[in-house]
T-cell receptor, first 114, second 111 residues
């Protein structure tokens, strides 16, 4: 079955360190997204990609970067981790049009920045 | 950007009861999806519903795009329905399928 996986599932890091969160999907979807979810709130879009070599900033992109070198992966990098980036991070993907735009989510990564 | 308002913010039901969750949005949309986040944090897509009505078992959803709202109906609720329900539209002016999430409705179903 197709799926979307994230690693690590839990991460503790220190302020100022660079951190990379992995996202891998086997749906063969063109569109991939990164969101963050803070306690008691909805999801906010960080970055997204509509295909290989395409990346775009979302609503809360400061301090984050992504790269898309293949269809399956969209790693999220925190350049210099800050305590304000403590959150749960979700990766998602979907296809191009109509019902294929149904968005599927990974299990999430809990990040604690000390 | 598009504003998304979900109501009620919290809802407590007895098992077997029915409920209606509402999502109002401020702009024209080309895509709207409903999600359920279970108590373990997993996000499950319930419906892709830019317009019209769909049903899946005890759940159904209706989107009236011209009036900028969507409704999620849960019938004969079960304890496993507990969690947070999110509405997420994508504005018509944007390309692709960038979703904007509402703050959600926290549903608790008691046995």
């Amino acid at each position: 079955d197709a799926e979307i996986t994230q690693s690590p599932r839990h991460k503790i890091t220190e302020t100022g360190r660079q951190v990379t969160l992995a996202c891998h999907q086997t749906w063969n979807h063109n569109n991939m997204f990164w969101y963050r979810q803070d306690l008691g709130h909805g999801l906010r879009l960080i970055h997204y990609s509509y295909g290989v070599q395409d990346t775009n900033k979302g609503e809360v992109s400061d301090g984050y970067s992504v790269s898309r070198s293949n269809t399956e992966d969209l790693p999220l990098t925190l350049e210099s981790a800050a305590s304000s980036q403590t959150s749960v991070y979700f990766c998602a993907s979907n296809g191009l049009a109509g019902e294929q735009e149904t968005q599927y989510f990974g299990p999430g990564t809990r990040l604690l920045v000390l | 950007g598009i504003q998304v308002e979900q109501s009620p913010p919290d809802l407590i039901l007895q098992e077997g009861a029915n409920s209606t969750l509402r999502c109002n949005f401020s702009d024209s949309v080309n895509n709207l999806q409903w999600f359920h986040q279970n108590p373990w944090g997993q996000l499950i897509n319930l419906f892709y519903i830019p317009s019209g009505t769909k049903q899946n078992g005890r759940l159904s959803a209706t989107t009236v795009a011209t009036e900028r709202y969507s409704l999620l109906y849960i019938s004969s609720s079960q304890t496993t329905d507990s969690g947070v329900y999110f509405c997420a539209p994508s504005p018509q002016e944007t390309s692709g399928s960038r979703l904007t999430f509402g703050e959600g409705t926290q549903l608790t179903v008691n046995p």
